[in-house]
T-cell receptor
Framework: RKEVEQDPGPFNVPEGATVAFNCTYS??????FFWYRQDCRKEPKLLMS???SGNEDGRFTAQLNRASQYISLLIRDSKLSDSATYLC???????????FGSGTRLQVQP | DAGVIQSPRHEVTEMGQEVTLRCKPI?????LFWYRQTMMRGLELLIY????????DSGMPEDRFSAKMPNASFSTLKIQPSEPRDSAVYFC??????????????FGEGSRLTVL
């Protein structure tokens, strides 16, 4: 079983739509949680951290459910520029390295 | 400011040849990570260094892979001999001290390796 599991998609949505991605992690020792974004043939970049109380950054909202070992990302009012792969990322206690999910691909269409 | 610099950006080689990938982390960063990305397996951690010392190399596939960090500004990942299944994008990333909780790894643009 993979440590971090995501639906690979693709999610094809029209501009302006709201879309949600989910992710589950298997190791209860996971301590920190993040969403990274990766554009086609580019490097991953941090999109946002995920806090226990949930957090919002503009059109993006991240939620964490430790009991269910589940993380989500909600994107409101999708833009064409949101088209990318979204990587769910966890860090285990005592490790600096991050464990990445395989990513969910989003394609926003005009 | 310069980001993480990797070279070469693209490498095509034949099976059995030695491949050396290079990385210059962001100045002041004390952790360096090598990841490999393929369609089938996604992003996998190969090895990471903290203050130039290898901390976790459990992701290194086999003895054909080796990594070094002789100083704070340079690291290499070597594959000898290379095999077609090593074809992937190899990313180097670095992170700053004191940011253990921030989660921000800064990635280079990657080295795309094709082994024929």
């Amino acid at each position: 079983r993979k440590e971090v599991e995501q639906d690979p998609g693709p999610f094809n949505v029209p501009e302006g739509a709201t879309v949600a991605f989910n992710c589950t992690y298997s190791n209860s020792a996971s301590q920190s949680f993040f969403w990274y974004r990766q554009d086609c043939r580019k490097e991953p970049k941090l999109l946002m951290s995920v806090y226990s109380s949930g957090n919002e950054d503009g059109r993006f909202t991240a939620q964490l459910n430790r009991a269910s070992q589940y993380i989500s990302l909600l994107i409101r009012d999708s833009k064409l520029s949101d088209s990318a792969t979204y990587l769910c990322v966890v860090r285990m206690v005592g490790r600096r390295a991050l464990t990445f999910g395989s990513g969910t691909r989003l394609q926003v269409q005009p | 400011d310069a980001g993480v610099i990797q070279s070469p950006r693209h490498e095509v080689t034949e099976m059995g040849q030695e491949v050396t990938l290079r990385c210059k982390p962001i100045s002041g960063h004390n952790s360096l990570f090598w990841y490999r990305q393929t369609m089938m397996r996604g992003l996998e951690l190969l090895i990471y260094f903290n203050n130039n010392v290898p901390i976790d190399d459990s992701g290194m596939p086999e003895d054909r892979f080796s990594a070094k960090m002789p100083n704070a500004s340079f690291s290499t990942l070597k594959i000898q001999p290379s095999e077609p299944r090593d074809s992937a994008v190899y990313f180097c990333a670095s992170s700053a001290p004191g940011l253990a909780g921030s989660g921000e790894l800064f990635f280079g643009e990657g080295s795309r390796l094709t082994v024929l």
